[in-house]
């Protein structure tokens, strides 16, 4: 080897200089130019020029640059060459980067999406798994509005009952959340899809791979390469999108219609005894809500002085409230224009033998809702060096801060749409209370008849403000590169991510509600994690006459997490002063904490791509997987996976179908796993000690507990993975010469030995977990669909036009012999989900509403109903035994979109380009939860209604009511059960993303001493097409068993950018 | 922790912890408590849900004798009853095997853990009758799934409390364990459920002479019923069988936590907890404490009807003039019922409807019982969670007037109606007791007229009606009341006749309601069982 490397030395060197432009003869930077055959190269630079050293004149120069045509140019006696590349119209040489290995699409055999990354940064969000919505065929993205916010990313359906989260690669890390990136640091982005993509991560691919790679420099010697990308923006909370709330006198006036309703439904004369609204038929607003003393509705004046001497003394208790006779708009008051601003530098560049990358970024967003923002500072370094011609080193680094304050809703904001939040409490609070009282205190339903909601703007101002919430990252891995022998290539690399979290919360004693918040609290808490993976693989090329192939195979090992947390609480401080309170200084504080120590992984893996003559392709991989989160009966996996592709147009009889530049039709089968949705002590039964649950005072002492035992967790040895079984057959096709790509897959996977929890019966102790047995199957198929359209209209004008297109279909296939169905969570006495047999995950389950009762008549001669009345909902007795009991439940539809897809329009004029996305979601329904605290009168009665109030049941309106009858009554005729009239269309097609741009021309540039510019003004969310009633459509949920339920969703609202890119 | 950690003697004793602390429903749906607010107040006609109607609407239907056999609220009282056993049984099992263990210590634990568990199993057959009887012997992955329910299992029960009976000490060192006593205590509460009347007499007999308390106080009354309600004097030697309650365990699950919507509404700072207005007790109950000139309660009934009525603020302001009923009262009522304009504790006098949330709805009075004083907040309660309303007052399961009132019911059966009528007048002259009366500007708050029994009792069917309304006055509100009504064969009736009279006013609850015999004596056995184990092991209840 020394001696090889020595020779190559002494050979005589030869500088060779030149300029590779493009066909309209303007320069092109950043093409690649290699020496044939080795890995010897360089790049060119902004003007496109460039310089490299050969050896020989029988070297061969390789020019490759993105969007072009590769080209091969013998160097020969030359010293200058001048190359004109033209732009590929296929881009089937596209590198793609598959985690471990690279390919391209000409070659690839399986189901894999890119991302440009041009588009992971139109939209900017706080999380970039968020922009994969709409870009990438068969992968379903449900988000909210919150910034920050995780997301439900599904790719090729919902694979199980619990853990289909995507494992996301990170420059070959593994890693759970890919919030810590910043979207301008992303190369690429590739999707995994199928077994034949995917198999090679074995036991975790099930749920699809999504591989990142960062921008990492090219090696050449050339000065420093400096960009910047900016943009600044604001969010509009979309005011006038929310629902429209009963104003003071309509929320009076219909009161007392209420108790007139309430009064026929039973027969009895009518008694107006709202305490605010009068005593008569006629409603009047009094002249304060609330005096301090008196909680009922003063008409008059008030003893101002008494209750200033009262504010005086006792402030916090101490209000008087005037009603907000024009109404208050809650949303409004909750919500504000939000300002985003996002700036990035990259610093790259490199020498003959190095390259680097370095990457500074910053996004400062504000959430709609008040006092809920965030921050991510982060810094990225990559580099690598040749030590050698033959052994190359080099690492990924990052550092990234992290701040999420006030977000809401489980699982880092995934749950916001179910869980009752401020956003809902702004429709709940009466428009009648201001939002401060005469006093400038926060106003709220301290005053008599109002319920229980507590005023939101007091909750988020008080209680988010001064919150602080933040994680440390450190992620990253060093890696080593050699090439022993010619076309082997070892690499090992080691990496790593360690996070630090911190969060404090402050909550403030508020005693003006009529459900109080009797005391200031405080709690804090810490944690960290660190997670490994030690990878080593070997990859061989060869090429034999027509047949090549490439032999890959590789020794992992890995942890994905020890770490610990604690955290504490207590309440009332002495003071609430910031600088003050800690734990030391609460009462009663409460500590907690908990340890994990992650699952070990040991992996072998395995993979051969042949193909004969750019025509056939064979690709077979195996992994075999050992995890320590299963029993050591079952601990070992195996995935196979075998693909094969036919590039049609490599045929003969093919080259008389000019229109049909390329075609290849793909195939491929194969096992993946999935051990997300066990829990690593699945496999041992356990006791446990709980404060709250297994703690008694036995001494009869009145202050402290004693700690006692309960059996926790009943377990199952013999778990195993859950594998999922796929088939995938594909089409690309590349027509008119490139004017069109075609890419089409139609899939099926079959994930059999589901983990699932067999109910336990009650007599067994419910406290102890069940354990998770391989017992349930489920079903999705699709087809993916995209096709890519570009080309010239005129000289100046290009356009490009991408459509992707996912059909899903999702369905449980078995859970357990005599078990058809699970429910999820209840809401409000309502359970509206069951996961059966034969139903998509999450399918709502509920009575048929078929109208209203119209008559007391109609009451006697319709089946028996528990609670039926006139004007209240008239259920379908689907079973036909002339009673409405639970047997006479159905299916009402799913949230799972049947497609979903996304239009991209691109258009460059001259140095203007113009670009839209729109994204649509079809065929979901959802449960909008929102409605029964909102559209009945009896649901928390005197609470903020809305104005279907003034649709709801009358004789005349009969079945064209929006509600039952306005009443108090609750039970299962009206609000007390699930059922069709909560379930709504979800579809939806919003137009995501608008912008136009606009690039100085290189002329110009010089003299700004640049190297590239670029203005742009862009428009997000700009409008949304759905015929659903709730605030927004993309209602997600924090667990596959349970989303499509929306109590009250943060929602996606329109945003607008100026956007500033400058290359130095 | 793995099994082998719990086989010391702090593992086994842990265990034994961890079952005690399902008597309070721990983690489990407020239905769970022991206090059976819901069960056995609500459904007995002592109280209704309270609030208004779109609140916690899964109590309608059950109020109104509809329960869903899908209900989720009584399959967590399911589950939390069978947690008890199974942690119960646990125990047995770790005791059992224990080799640390003395052999005095593990007689104590396996006695107390029969004790728990025969109380876990005398719940369920109260509420749901045929349930399976599950022991030590069986557990996951042993069958426990195949046992059938039935209702025969009184025997089984009785030997749990035999057992305690015969193996536990009088006293020991901490307060909140079972003794000898309560053991006995249930084990006649037992043979009293099963009509065995001779048998109850005779551990009665032997409970009210000899019995004491764990920590050693000799069975009486407290001198003033209010009392018994008062977190301060808990352990009192009323006090047979209590669930230990606290405060500052890093969890509100230690305080009475099945009470915390149990409070009147929108109090602020003038009255205990914040919320949510549950549990008001009904007109009939309110009217029950009306006596005659004689200051005895009117046993025909009549205290629902014309003025014997009492006098109430429906319908009335708070800001508007009301004067409280001026009739002869049992002074029970005012430790029992929140009313306008009689001092609520030590809080303010009862505003009336400001501290309700919806009059019309669930009528004009607030529980009172189990509410901690203003002098007690944040020193007897936790206040660590959203509401102030954590007290931390022990809920007494038997209390001694209780075994008294019990007792007299053995006596009236076995004959002995003097005996019986000198139990109940015990019981009374502690009621009667004036320094126990509450008081409003150094008076009495109402007109209190209470007296005992004077003349001999002669007449069985009378007595009998004496002593089960005694029963309804001195333990209202504690869960009792449709437990009672149901075993006396009354429940139809009496819960008939309530439901039509409560309907008069509180037409959205109550309209259209009714106890259907034969069916609604126990509530549906929770289809998610029947579900899970399948129809041929649990049979559905009669009517369900």
């Known amino acids: ?1064 | 922790l793995a099994q082998a950690q719990l086989s010391t003697k702090a593992g086994v004793e842990g265990s034994l912890l961890g079952a005690y602390a399902m008597l309070a429903g721990k983690g489990y749906t407020r239905f769970a408590g022991p206090n059976n607010w819901v069960y056995g107040s609500i459904l007995g006609g002592d109280a209704n849900k309270g609030t208004d109607p779109g609140d916690y609407t899964a109590i309608n239907p059950i109020q109104r004798y509809e329960a869903p056999a899908t209900d989720g609220d009584i399959n967590g009282s399911w589950n939390a009853k069978y947690e008890g056993i199974s942690r119960a049984n646990t125990t047995i099992r770790l005791a059992t095997a224990s080799t640390e263990l003395s052999d005095t210590d593990k007689k104590r634990i396996i006695a107390e853990a029969r004790v728990l568990r025969g109380h876990f199993y005398f719940e369920l057959k109260k509420i749901f009758n045929s349930v399976p009887y599950i022991d030590e012997t069986k557990d996951y992955g042993t069958g426990i799934e195949k046992v059938a329910n039935t209702p025969d299992f009184w025997d089984k029960i009785e030997a749990d409390f035999k057992a305690g009976m015969d193996n536990l000490p009088e006293t020991l060192d901490q307060a909140g364990r079972v003794n000898k006593w309560a053991a006995a205590s249930y084990l006649g509460k037992t043979y009293l459920f099963e009509k065995k009347y001779t048998e109850a007499k005779a551990i009665f007999d032997q409970v009210i002479a000899n019995g004491k308390t764990t920590n050693g106080k000799k069975y009486g009354l407290v001198a003033k019923y209010a009392e018994i309600f008062n977190a301060e004097n808990d352990n009192h030697e009323e006090s047979i069988f209590a669930v230990q309650t606290s405060m500052n365990t890093g969890s509100t699950n230690n305080s009475n936590a099945w009470d915390d919507l149990n409070y009147p509404y929108n109090t602020g700072a003038n009255g205990p907890g914040n919320c949510c207005g549950f549990f008001q007790p009904s007109f009939s109950l309110a009217n029950s404490f009306r006596t005659d000139a004689n200051g005895l309660p009117l046993l025909d009934g009549s205290y629902n009807t014309g003025s014997n009525q009492l006098v109430n603020d429906y319908g009335v302001e708070s800001n508007a003039a009301f004067t409280p009923d001026k009739g002869n009262l049992d002074p029970r009522i005012d430790h029992s019922i929140g009313r306008r304009g009689i001092p609520y504790l030590d809080w303010i006098d009862h505003p009336g409807k400001d501290w309700i949330r919806s009059q019309p709805y669930a009528g004009p009075y607030s529980p009172k019982k189990y509410v901690y004083y203003k002098t007690q907040e944040n020193t007897l309660t936790d206040g660590s969670s959203w509401t102030r309303g954590y007290a931390t007052m022990n809920y007494t399961i038997i209390r001694f007037a209780d075994v008294l009132l019990m007792a007299a019911e053995a006596e009236v059966e076995v004959g002995s109606l003097e005996k019986a009528r000198e139990y109940v007048n015990r019981v009374r002259a502690r009621a009667a007791n004036p320094s126990g009366f509450v008081t409003k500007a150094g008076k009495p708050a109402a007109n209190y007229v209470i007296s005992l029994y004077n003349t001999a009792w002669t007449d069985k069917a009378v007595a009998r009606k004496a002593v089960r309304f005694e029963r309804k006055l001195e333990l209202s509100g504690e869960g009792h009341r449709f437990f009672d009504l149901v075993r006396w064969g009354e429940a139809a009736t009496e819960l008939n006749a309530y439901l039509a009279y409560e309907s008069k006013f509180l037409v959205t609850m109550f309209g259209g309601a009714k106890f259907t015999s034969s069916k609604n004596e126990y509530l549906p056995i929770p289809q998610t069982q029947i579900d899970i184990q399948g129809k041929d092991i649990l049979k559905q209840n009669p009517g369900y």
């Open chain 1, 1 to 1064: 080897l020394m001696l090889l490397y020595a020779v190559s030395t002494v050979a005589q060197d030869r500088k060779v200089t030149g300029k590779v432009v493009g066909v309209d003869n303007q320069g092109i930077p950043g093409v690649s130019i290699m020496i044939k055959g080795t890995r010897t190269g360089t790049t060119s630079d902004a003007s496109g020029s460039f310089s490299i050293n050969s050896k020989s004149s029988s070297d061969v120069l390789v020019f490759s640059g993105i969007g072009f045509k590769a080209k091969e140019v013998s160097v020969g006696g030359q010293t200058t060459l001048n190359v004109v590349l033209s732009e590929d119209v296929s881009a089937l040489e596209e590198v793609i980067v598959t985690g471990y290995a690279t390919t391209n699409k000409k070659e690839s055999t399986a189901a894999i999406s890119t991302v440009k990354a041009k588009d992971l940064t139109a939209v900017p969000s706080g999380n970039v798994e968020q922009q994969l919505q709409g870009r990438v065929t068969g992968v379903t993205v449900i988000t909210n509005g919150q910034p920050g916010t995780s997301s439900i990313i599904r790719v090729r359906g919902f694979g199980a009952l619990g853990g289909n989260e995507p494992l996301y690669v990170v420059d070959g890390v593994p890693v759970g959340s890919t919030d810590f990136l910043s979207p301008d640091d992303i190369e690429s982005t590739t999707v995994l899809k199928d077994a034949a993509a995917a198999s090679i991560y074995g036991a975790r691919a099930a749920n699809g791979v999504i591989v990142y790679t960062t921008k990492k420099g090219t090696k050449k010697a050339r000065k420093l390469e400096v960009s910047y990308d900016g943009l600044i923006g604001f969010t509009d909370p979309n005011v006038a999108g929310a629902p429209k709330m009963l104003s003071p006198q309509e929320q009076a006036d219909w009161t007392q219609q209420a108790y007139r309703n309430n009064a026929a439904a039973n027969g009895t004369a009518v008694q107006y005894t709202h305490p605010q609204y009068g005593s008569s038929a006629t409603a009047t607003l009094p002249d304060y809500l609330y005096a301090t003393g008196v909680g009922s509705g003063i008409r008059g004046s008030v003893d101002i002085n008494a209750l200033r001497a009262a504010y005086a003394a006792n402030p916090g208790n101490t209000f008087l409230i005037k009603p907000n006779k024009a109404g208050t708009n809650w949303y409004d008051e909750i919500t504000r224009v939000a300002p985003i601003q996002r700036h990035s530098l990259g610093f790259s560049g490199g020498t003959e033998s190095s390259r680097y990358y370095i990457g500074l970024g910053v996004q400062d967003q504000s959430g709609i809702l008040l006092a809920n923002s965030f921050k991510r500072y982060s810094f990225r370094a990559n580099t690598e060096f040749d030590l050698s011609k033959k052994v190359r080193i080099g690492e990924n680094l990052q550092f990234t801060y992290r701040s999420v304050v006030g977000q809401a809703g489980g699982n880092n904001g995934l749950g916001i749409a179910d869980s009752e939040s401020e956003v809902l409490a702004a429709y709940r609070m009466p428009t009648i209370i201001p939002v401060f009282d005469e006093f400038g205190s926060y106003a709220s339903t301290i005053a008599q008849g109002f319920n229980n909601p507590r005023n939101p703007v007091r909750r988020l101002m008080l209680n988010n403000s001064n919150d602080g919430n933040f994680n440390v990252n450190g992620f990253g891995n060093i890696y080593l590169e050699v090439d022993p022998i010619e076309n082997l290539t070892l690499r090992s690399s080691i990496g790593g991510q360690y996070n630090n979290y911190y969060y404090k919360d402050y909550n403030y004693r508020y005693l003006g509600d009529s459900e109080p918040e009797a005391s200031n609290s405080f709690s804090e808490g810490t944690g960290y994690s660190f997670s490994w993976v030690f990878s080593n693989t070997a990859s061989y090329k060869l090429k034999v006459d027509k047949h090549a192939a490439t032999i890959f195979g590789g020794i992992e090992a890995l942890n994905t997490g020890v770490g610990r947390n604690i955290a504490g609480s207590g309440i009332n401080p002495f003071s609430m002063d910031l600088d003050y309170v800690n734990m030391s200084v609460v009462q009663n504080p409460v500590v907690n904490s908990s340890l994990f120590s992650g699952v070990n992984f040991y992996s072998l893996f395995g993979k051969v791509d042949y193909s004969f003559n750019d025509k056939y392709y064979l690709t077979a991989l195996v992994r075999r997987d050992g995890s320590s989160r299963f029993g050591a009966n079952s601990r070992i996996g195996v995935f196979p996976a075998f693909s094969a592709a036919w590039r049609v147009t490599s045929e003969e009889f093919m080259k008389e179908i000019p229109f049909i530049s390329d075609l290849k039709i793909r195939g491929g089968w194969g096992q993946m796993g999935n051990s997300n949705n066990v829990n690593p002590n699945n496999q041992y039964s356990l006791y446990a000690s709980d404060r709250g649950t297994s703690f008694y005072p036995i001494s009869g002492t009145n202050n402290g507990a004693d700690a006692g035992f309960y059996r926790s967790r009943i377990g199952n040895p013999d778990a195993k993975w859950e594998t999922a079984v796929t088939t995938n057959i594909g089409i690309d096709a590349t027509l008119l010469n490139g004017r069109f790509e075609v890419v089409l897959d139609w899939w099926r996977k079959d994930t059999k030995d589901l983990l699932f929890q067999v109910p336990l019966p009650g007599v067994v102790g419910a406290s102890a977990s069940a354990p998770s047995v391989n017992i349930a199957s489920m079903m999705n198929s699709g087809i993916d669909f995209q096709i890519i359209n570009k080309g010239k209209l005129t000289k100046d004008l290009k356009y490009d036009l991408t459509w992707n297109s996912s059909f899903l279909k999702n369905e449980i296939s078995s859970l357990a012999p005599n078990v058809s169905y699970f429910e999820g969570t209840t809401y409000r006495g309502i359970s509206p989900i069951r996961n059966a047999v034969g139903q998509s995950i999450s399918s709502f389950f509920g009575y048929e509403v078929i109208g209203y009762f119209a008559s007391a008549d109609e009451v006697k001669s319709s089946p028996a109903q528990d609670g039926a009345g006139v004007g209240r909902f008239k259920y379908k007795d689907l079973n036909g035994d002339g009673k409405i009991t639970p047997d006479d439940r159905t299916f009402i539809g799913s949230p799972v979109p049947t497609y979903t897809g996304g239009v991209n329009i691109g258009l460059q004029y001259k140095n203007f380009d113009f670009s839209t996305y729109i994204y649509t979601s079809l065929g979901n329904k959802i449960f909008n939860m929102s409605k029964w605290f909102t559209d009945f009168f009896g649901t928390f009665e005197g609470s903020g209604k809305g104005v279907r109030a003034k649709d709801s049941w009358t004789p005349a309106l009969g079945n064209s009511a929006q509600g039952p009858i306005w009443e108090s009554a609750s039970n299962l005729s009206t609000s007390g059960a699930s059922n069709s009239w909560y379930v709504e269309d979800g579809s939806y097609l919003r137009m995501q993303n608008l912008s136009i741009g606009y690039t100085v021309p290189k002329s110009a540039l010089a003299k700004l001493g640049l190297s590239r510019a670029r203005i742009s003004v862009s428009a997000n969310n700009i409008f949304t097409v759905t015929k659903y009633k709730g605030l927004d459509p993309g209602v997600g949920g924090a667990v596959d068993t349970n989303f499509g339920i929306d109590v009250g969703n943060y929602p996606v609202t329109r945003s607008f950018n100026v956007g500033l890119n400058l290359g130095f």
